[in-house]
């Protein structure tokens, strides 16, 4: 078969129609595959893939011979040559592009100028501290596509005495942790999977720490006492928190207050012409910048109360720690009222937040309890391996 033959067959327009159709093709599944994963997704399955390239390529071998099978060309071939001199000229700005075309953007406020832009493209980055300038190592030559790839070949930078290589290439990563039985000191961990709405998160949960899969905080703690986990099982499915209260000691009468009721405004101590009104209530507090105190979380690590005592021979404003019971911080010079005794009284159980508590007891046993926000706590027995309904929708 001549030179001439060989042109007419990869030329021919039978020849272009079968590259248009898988051409097309291929385009309309991008564009569903698109619309379905992302642009990312699709530039790496379909257009800078490599069958998607050959394609082009063979497309620019029809034109060329196309064109070349007509040789000697006369007057009559000027529409044919500008055609597919056009689409040649398309690709091979296309093919220049990819290689040596950088794709960024810039914003340019008016009556600035900027020497920076952003790009997708894929690069290495290294910059000294204390300079302006960054080394940057391109890696469109050694990374890509939609497999991993295991020490790629993209050189490597040096800035300074750092030397940067890269080892690997992940299309799809993400980052994990790894939890080994190795440690020579026991603690224990357990493995927690939430599921809900539609999702599934799953995080290590370790004792004595607060973890927070899916934004909900977790916390385990281990007991030695067996009876502790059959107390547990054994309390009401669904009981209340533990109240906190405000305890009273005036002219010999002891009134326990909810605190609650004393934050709504003042509230008489039975019948001994006082009133308690607990201006504030700080479930953590620490002493701020300004030398007052402040709450640092929403944690009661340490329960206080400003409280403002009424009484027959004045006001007077005290600070009281549920954990520093003897601690009388006074604002002001005089006290009218100190005969009167002020506690606040925190349950340890009410210490303890966290939306679903772990304990783990002797023999492997598990019991989880589950904190809703109107103050409820009900308990549920678990079982390693097993799914357990939660007291949330």
């Known amino acids: ?16 129609a079968v590259i248009l159709v898988l051409l097309s093709v291929a385009m309309a599944c991008a564009t569903v595959y698109e619309a379905m994963h992302g642009t990312p997704a699709a530039l790496l399955t379909f257009y800078k893939s490599a069958w998607f ?24 071939h000027v529409g044919l040559l500008a055609t597919h001199l056009s689409v040649l000229s398309i690709l091979t700005g296309a093919f220049v592009t990819k290689q040596w075309g950088i794709d960024g953007l810039v914003s340019i406020v008016e009556g600035r100028t900027a020497r920076q832009f952003t790009t997708s493209q894929e690069s290495l980055t290294l910059r000294v501290a204390g300079t302006d300038t960054p080394d940057s190592l391109d890696l469109k030559g050694g990374i890509g596509g939609i ?13 300074g005495d750092v030397r940067a290589e890269i080892e690997g ?3 799809d990563g993400r980052k994990t942790d790894r939890v080994v039985n190795d440690s020579p000191r026991p603690k224990l961990a357990l493995e927690v999977s939430l599921a809900g709405s539609g999702k599934t998160s799953r995080d290590w949960v370790f004792a004595g720490e607060r973890q927070n899969p899916d934004e909900v905080s977790v916390s385990l703690r281990t007991t030695t006492q067996p009876a502790e986990i059959d107390q547990l099982l054994a309390a009401p499915a669904s009981q209340p928190a533990p109240a906190r209260l405000v305890k009273v000691e005036a002219a010999g009468s002891t009134v326990e207050l909810p605190l609650e009721r004393c934050l709504a405004g003042p509230v008489p101590v039975g019948e001994t012409g006082y009133a308690v009104h607990v201006l504030r209530y700080l479930p953590h507090a620490i002493v701020g910048d300004n030398k007052q105190l402040v709450d640092a979380s929403q944690r009661p690590v340490n329960p ?20 520093f019971p003897d601690f009388g911080a006074m604002h002001g010079t005089q006290d009218p009222s100190a005969d009167v005794k002020v506690t606040l009284i925190v349950p340890p159980d009410a210490t303890e937040t966290t939306p679903i508590e772990i304990v783990a007891g002797p023999n492997e046993r598990l019991a989880a309890r589950f904190r809703s926000d109107d103050g409820t706590a009900t308990v549920r027995e678990l079982t390693v391996g097993q799914a357990v309904e939660t007291a949330w929708p």
């Open 1 to 16: 078969m001549g030179m001439q033959s060989i042109l007419r067959v990869v030329g021919s327009l039978k020849f272009a």
């Open 53 to 76: 390239e050959t394609l082009l390529w063979l497309l620019g071998v029809n034109m060329l011979g196309s064109m070349l099978s007509r040789y000697p060309w006369s007057r009559r």
């Open 147 to 159: 497999r991993p790839v295991s020490r790629p070949a993209t050189g490597s930078l040096v800035v």
């Open 169 to 171: 290439y992940l299309p």
């Open 304 to 323: 206080a109360i400003e409280v403002e005592i009424n009484g027959p021979s004045g006001k007077a404003t005290r600070t009281v720690f549920a954990r």
